[in-house]
C-alpha cells in the first residue's frame, strides 16, 4: 500500500535559519505530492505539490523537489519566520484508472521558530 | 468567496449521545472526505464521497455514519457506538476522481464526557 514518512518533530529553529524536513514515500506508479500546513487550531492548507519526476513546488519561500529515484518530497525554506511556526504535513495521492484520489498522510512534523 | 465550511467549531457532548458535524462546500466539488485527527497525530480517514448518494468507509468508520444527500453537504454523525470520540474533524472536498489536491474546512473539536 501507499506510505508516507515524515521526521519526527519538533523541530526547533532561531529565526533566519535554514528549514529541511524530511519526507519519503511509498507508492506504486507516479504519485503526486503535496506540503500541507496546519496553524494551531485551524484546517489544513495547501502550501505546494508537484505532480511529476523532477518538478519543484514552491510557495511562500518553500519550496519542495519530487525525487523519484529517491522517493523524497523534502521541504525547505531557506530562511524561517515565527510566522511559520505551525505542523507541516507530506501527502501522496495515487494515480491510474480506480486509484481514486484518496491522500495519505504522513504523521505531521511541528515547527517552532524562536525570534 | 468559495470554500468549506464547518459548523460548529467546538462542541460537546455527553457520552452516549450521537452528535452531526456538519460540513457545506460552494466549490463545486464533487468528492468530500472526513479525516479525524488526533493530539500530535497525523489524520486518519473516516468515510469518503466521490458522487451524490454514494459514499465509502475509509480506515476507521466504526461508529460513525455519513449521509450525502446533496453535492454541497456532507455531515458526519458520530455515534454512542464511538469508543473514543474527542477529537478534531476535518472535512475536505476536492474536485474529483483524480491526484488532486483537497481542500480543507476549518474543523469542529468535538468533546465528549
Known amino acids: 500500500g501507499n506510505s508516507v514518512t515524515q521526521m519526527e518533530g519538533p523541530v526547533t529553529l532561531s529565526e533566519e535559519a535554514f528549514l529541511t524536513i524530511n519526507c519519503t514515500y511509498t507508492a506504486t506508479g507516479y504519485p503526486s505530492l503535496f506540503w500541507y500546513v496546519q496553524y494551531p487550531g485551524e484546517g489544513l492548507q495547501l502550501l505546494l505539490k508537484a505532480t511529476k519526476a523532477d518538478d519543484k513546488g514552491s510557495n511562500k519561500g518553500f519550496e519542495a523537489t519530487y525525487r523519484k529515484e529517491t522517493t523524497s518530497f523534502h521541504l525547505e525554506k531557506g530562511s524561517v519566520q515565527v510566522s511559520d511556526s505551525a505542523v507541516y504535513f507530506c501527502?501522496?495521492?495515487?494515480?491510474?484508472?480506480?486509484?481514486?484520489?484518496?491522500?495519505?498522510f504522513g504523521g505531521g512534523t511541528r515547527l517552532m521558530v524562536k525570534p | 468567496d468559495g470554500g468549506i465550511t464547518q459548523s460548529p467549531k467546538y462542541l460537546f457532548r455527553k457520552e452516549g449521545q450521537n452528535v452531526t458535524l456538519s460540513c457545506e462546500q460552494n466549490?463545486?466539488?464533487?468528492?468530500m472526505y472526513w479525516y479525524r485527527q488526533d493530539p500530535g497525530q497525523g489524520l486518519r480517514l473516516i468515510y469518503y464521497?466521490?458522487?451524490?448518494?454514494?459514499?465509502q468507509k475509509g480506515d476507521i468508520a466504526e461508529g460513525y455514519s455519513v449521509s450525502r444527500e446533496k453535492k454541497e453537504s456532507f455531515p458526519l454523525t458520530v455515534t454512542s457506538a464511538q469508543k473514543n470520540p474527542t477529537a478534531f474533524y476535518l472535512c475536505?472536498?476536492?474536485?474529483?476522481?483524480?491526484?488532486?489536491?483537497?481542500?480543507f474546512g476549518p474543523g469542529t473539536r468535538l468533546t465528549v464526557t
Open positions: 475536505a472536498s476536492s474536485i474529483g476522481v483524480g491526484p488532486y489536491e483537497q481542500y
Open positions: 464521497s466521490q458522487i451524490v448518494n454514494d459514499f
Open positions: 466549490l463545486n466539488h464533487d468528492a
Open positions: 501527502a501522496l495521492s495515487p494515480r491510474g484508472h480506480n486509484a481514486g484520489n484518496m491522500l495519505t
